[in-house]
Structures are given as structure tokens and as C-alpha cells.
């Protein structure tokens, strides 16, 4: 018998409390609700929303996160089911990079270079590095909660997956906050915030993913 049939009657014969989906459709609705709350009781939502999202940069970051928030849960679903193919939904994770590459390369185009170390800094980078990781403890327990749930064959892929979703839904939730709407900021902070989490998943699913 190969390992992944294995692995697979392993799985169908665990005693498991609730199916993965389930779990993965609960950890992920339970995270977003307790991080979107926890963005409304502390910072608020940005005062002038509902005039500044009009503007076509603040519709791009809230969209685009929202798209790799999407992307990366569903990466995370199927690396928790041995034998799921994972090849396209990696893939797909390129998909919002290359519009942030086009949004910076639009960006650049147009704003004088004098300006570009404004607009990439803004006004707070600091706060996003630390706020995104605070927003994506919620959801990143609650996937490695489901991820136990089912069988992932490789623990610190895995963990990688949740950080990386966990950090995506964070800066989408983050996003209707920040002031900072530069596609420059959110190419550089968004993203090593978002890093950071990954990294992280990476190294506690290493030891809380095995099984």
C-alpha cells in the first residue's frame, strides 16, 4: 500500500468531533468576527469611509486583500486533506502580488519620484506591523484548530498556509482603518506584516501540526 493511501485510511478511520470543513467554515467565520470586532473597539473604523472609498486606491487595497484573504483560506482547506492537489491554489496566491506589482508600477508612473519615500512609509508603518499580527491571532488559531481537525502531511506547509490566511484576513480587516492608501504601502508593509504571521504559522505548525 502507498503512503498516501495511508495516509488517507488513516484519516477516514480517525475519530474526529467534526468534519474538517465544518471546522475550517467555523474557525473562519469565528476569526474574522472576533478580529473585525476587535479592529471596531479599539481603532474604529476610518472615520471618512464612506467618502474616501470612492477613491480608486482605497477600493483596490480593500479588494485585493480581500481577494488574498480568499485565495490563501482556500489554500490553507485543501493542504489540510492528504491527496488534495495543491499546485493551482498556490498559483492563484500570484494573482494579487501581480496586481499590487501593477498598482506600485501605475503608482510610480505618476507620483514624482520626489514623493515615492512618502507615500511608501506613510504615516503608520509601525502600526501596521503591529496591529496585522494582533488581527490574525484569531484566525490563526482558529485554522490551526481545524487544521487538527483533518490530516495535513506536512506540518510546517501547513502552519505556513494558516499564518498566511490568518495575516491576509487580518490586513483586509485592517484596511478599512489604515489611512495609508498608497499601493507603495501596501507593497511593502502589508506584506512583511503579513510575513511575519506566515513565518510564524510556519514555525508552530512544525511542533502543533503533527500527527
Same mark, same amino acid.
Given at each position: 500500500? $502507498? ?24 474557525? !473562519? ?5 472576533? =478580529? ?24 483596490? $487595497? ?5 481577494? @488574498? ?20 491554489? /498556490?498559483? !492563484? !496566491? ?8 501593477? /498598482?506600485?508600477?501605475?503608482? @510610480? ?7 515615492? $519615500? ?7 508603518? @509601525? ?8 488581527? =490574525?491571532?484569531?484566525? @490563526? ?6 487544521? $487538527? ?20 484576513? /487580518? ?10 492608501? =498608497? ?5 511593502? %508593509? ?9 513565518? /510564524? ?6 511542533? %502543533?501540526?503533527? %500527527?
Amino acid at each position: 500500500m $502507498k503512503t498516501d493511501d495511508l495516509i488517507t485510511l488513516m484519516t477516514q478511520d480517525a475519530p474526529v468531533g467534526l468534519r474538517y470543513g465544518r471546522a475550517l467554515a467555523i474557525a !473562519l467565520v469565528a476569526g474574522v468576527a472576533v =478580529s473585525g470586532v476587535l479592529l471596531v473597539i479599539t481603532v474604529g473604523l476610518r472615520h471618512n469611509m464612506a467618502s474616501v472609498f470612492e477613491t480608486a486606491r482605497v477600493l483596490f $487595497k480593500i479588494v485585493v486583500t480581500i481577494a @488574498l484573504a480568499v485565495l490563501a483560506a482556500r489554500l490553507a482547506m485543501r493542504i489540510g486533506r492528504p491527496g488534495e492537489a495543491l499546485r493551482l491554489p /498556490a498559483l !492563484l !496566491l500570484g494573482l494579487p502580488a501581480l496586481l499590487v506589482g501593477a /498598482a506600485v508600477a501605475a503608482e @510610480l508612473a505618476v507620483l514624482p519620484q520626489a514623493t515615492w $519615500k512618502a507615500n511608501m512609509v506613510g504615516g503608520n508603518a @509601525l502600526f501596521c506591523l503591529f496591529f496585522i499580527p494582533v488581527l =490574525s491571532l484569531a484566525p @490563526l488559531a482558529g485554522l490551526f484548530w481545524a487544521l $487538527k481537525q483533518g490530516a495535513p502531511e506536512n506540518p510546517t506547509a501547513a502552519g505556513a498556509a494558516a499564518g498566511l490566511a490568518a495575516g491576509a484576513i /487580518a490586513a483586509a480587516i485592517y484596511a478599512w482603518h489604515c489611512p495609508d492608501d =498608497s499601493p507603495l504601502f501596501l507593497a511593502a %508593509w502589508y506584506t512583511i506584516a503579513i510575513g511575519v504571521v506566515t513565518g /510564524a504559522g510556519a514555525l508552530l505548525g512544525r511542533r %502543533w501540526l503533527r %500527527w
